[in-house]
């Protein structure tokens, strides 16, 4: 009995020690995140009304309300990491920040590198035209001076668009390093128009900071869904994000900080007939 017992507690042990080897490669993000007290967010500051930078160079924003509101879910602090559209997968690989709650388009091309969530936005493309343009429907862009923020999904779906219908126009096609860039490219009329999202368009034409400009015509590229990234690998990570955008919807906080940084009626973010 005596060398029984001791065969079934060495078999305890082991499975035991088997567990919390099992538990530590377990541990993802989350479970960082978690043990250092910080969740680090990059989130771009020059696209307001997502994210910017406001009278006392403090960021704010939706993404970075969002950013604020996922901390405090985990009862952590957060950090705010500003960057541009090129640097938001580099910062993730390189172990910068935790998440990008920036405002990325749900591609498959960036999926091959970095694991999405299920969308927290989704905008239209929209072109932004000085006040006396005379560009009034989309086809109009064809032989007009057009410019995008480098790295954007508006700019390589402006790209492709042109090249599949326009692929002998006389128009002028130009990459900016930055949105900021391209609102006063276009107020200065070094190119006839910029492709940005629709929140980022109306945000500027309100705010008169880049002069005389207007609304123009909407891009045909159908619903731009966006979603938070962070490492392709971190499964349990994704799933608690996720969880977060569905308990973000269902509180009501999401239509709370639309109105407060955007207005209007909240869009959905489901996809009739899709399950993602």
Known sequence: MNNLFKGAASA?????????????????????VLADGELRCAVVLDFP????????????GMDVD???DLAAAMGVDHQVVGVTWAERIPALISGKVDVAIASSSDTLERAQTVG??????????????KE???ITAWEDLESARVGAAVGTTYESEFLAYKDTHWPDAEGRYVSFQSENESFLAVSQGQVDAVIVTDTAAANVVNSDKYGELKLGPVAPFGADYVGMMTLRQEYGWINYLNLFINRQIRSGRFDELYAKWIGGEPPALDIPGVYY
């Open 12 to 32: 305890v042990l082991a499975l035991s020690a088997s567990v919390l080897i099992t538990g530590q490669a377990a541990a993802d993000k989350l479970d960082d």
């Open 49 to 60: 009304p997502m994210g910017f930078r406001d009278s006392n160079n403090e960021p704010v």
């Open 66 to 68: 969002m950013c604020a």
């Open 116 to 129: 999405f969530t299920v969308p927290y936005m989704v905008f239209q493309f929209q072109a932004l035209l």
């Open 132 to 134: 006396d343009a005379d």
